[in-house]
């Protein structure tokens, strides 16, 4: 009799290991899919935050364009500007500063006017700068303009109600600095968007040049000369303002 006869069938066996020895198993397949898992799973953090930080931004821009108010200034006095922008801030304790921008090839100068300066209105007057509503900016632009500074943009803000020791009060007395503020972009955003609910904005202004205003170097601007006329009002000094025209233009 065979053994095929009795219904035995030959199988492969495997030789058992010897004891204290164990069957070695190629890990190199799963060390890679283990480097994988951790190169994805820093990828996927790294776009969450990412879109993280985007969408704070963007909620804080959405919020600055719906609390900015805009102020209708005539054509005609937009025509003459040169992409120049109008900042007037009037802070707490009767403080004010007036600063013209002038931006060229990522470059910007900055032109202090004196609150006292005198411009002349469309209807003829002759007033201070400080004395014009700045919620109706086109009184300043026209005297501006009628002076030979073109301003093009305007930015309104209207802190004289603000408390001079919050936050906002600090800064409107410039006793916070606008470039201390760059390197907070969270604190930044917050703040700008509660002075946008005091800002009064021009045509052709976007919300933005809020932001723009953080990065401009307003430490060190450039004074207009002025003197006094025999009426006692003060005006341009015609000579050294041809001068700083000239260069901050």
């Known amino acids: 009799m065979t053994i095929e006869a009795i219904g035995w069938q030959p199988r492969d066996f495997a030789p058992e290991p010897r004891s204290g020895h164990q069957p070695v198993v190629a890990a190199g397949p799963r060390r890679r899919f ?43 006095l937009l025509a003459k500007g040169h992409n120049d922008l109008l900042a007037v801030v009037k802070g707490p304790n009767h403080t004010e500063e007036i600063y013209v921008f002038h931006t060229m090839t990522g470059h910007t100068n900055v032109l202090q006017i004196p609150d006292k300066l005198q411009i002349v209105t469309p209807g003829g007057q002759h007033l201070p700068v400080s004395g014009v509503d700045l919620r109706k900016p086109a009184d300043i632009i026209f005297g501006l303009n009628h002076l030979g500074i073109p ?31 760059i390197s907070h972009p969270a ?17 052709n202004t976007a919300p933005s040049a809020l932001l723009s205003l953080t990065k401009v170097p307003a430490g060190h601007p450039v004074s207009v000369p002025t003197s006094k006329d025999s009426n006692g009002r003060v005006v341009l000094s015609a000579t050294p303002y041809v001068d700083v025209l000239r260069n901050f233009l």
């Open 187 to 203: 604190g930044s955003m917050a703040l700008i968007e509660s002075v946008a609910h005091h800002v009064y904005l021009g045509p």
């Open 34 to 76: 283990g480097l994988k898992r951790v190169l994805i799973g820093t990828g996927v953090a790294l776009f969450a935050l990412a879109a993280s930080v985007a969408a704070y931004v963007g909620v804080g821009l959405y919020k600055i364009d719906h609390a900015v108010h805009h102020v209708e200034i005539p054509a005609t």
């Open 151 to 181: 301003v093009d943009r305007y930015v309104g803000v209207d802190l004289h109600m603000v408390s001079p020791t919050s936050s906002l009060g600090k800064l409107a007395t410039g006793k916070l600095s606008v470039s201390s503020l």
